[in-house]
């Protein structure tokens, strides 16, 4: 993948993080093997995993559905930024078949939470206009990152 694309996802995921308040401790756009880039926290992500078994939204506490709306916007900035810098290098059958780690999570976040098909669909639009409408905000910055970022490659 062009590094430029890569440098605006991870980008994208850092600038979420920063204007949700969640501290950021990397930025890295040199594949590992498992990612071809990432963003580090220094508080662990994933917190869902720590809600067990299967609870639906009306059982999780504020301070959950807060740090879970967070991780949910996080999750999906990179795919979001990646679309509004090279709207081609998203496609519609990247959905759900494992080329987009972050939305297969999403997509089992809500799943999970939800009651049925038709609320997790709503829940991920709602997730998905509140993240554009981060980007969109803070493009400038999501931007000089990227940049900053790909001159850089993790020095």
């Keep these: 993948m062009n590094q430029k694309i890569i440098a605006h996802r991870e980008a994208g995921h850092a600038v979420a993080d920063i204007a949700q308040e969640l501290r950021i401790k990397k930025i890295s756009i040199i594949p590992d093997g498992r990612s071809s880039g990432r963003v580090e926290r220094y508080k662990s992500s994933r917190a869902f995993r720590e809600f067990g078994n299967s609870p639906t939204w009306w059982d999780l506490e504020r301070r959950h559905k807060d740090r879970f709306e967070k991780e949910v916007r996080s999750l999906l900035a990179g795919r979001a930024a990646k679309r509004r810098f090279a709207p081609r290098s998203v496609r519609a ?63």
């Design 93 to 155: 059958a990247q959905t759900l078949n494992g080329h987009e780690g972050d939305l297969y999570e999403v997509h089992d976040w809500l799943s999970r939470i939800s009651t049925s098909d038709r609320e997790s669909s709503a829940y991920l639009k709602l997730f998905e206009i509140q993240t554009e409408w981060l980007l969109n905000r803070f493009w400038t910055s999501v931007e000089a990152i990227a940049d900053a970022r790909e001159r850089n490659v993790d020095r």
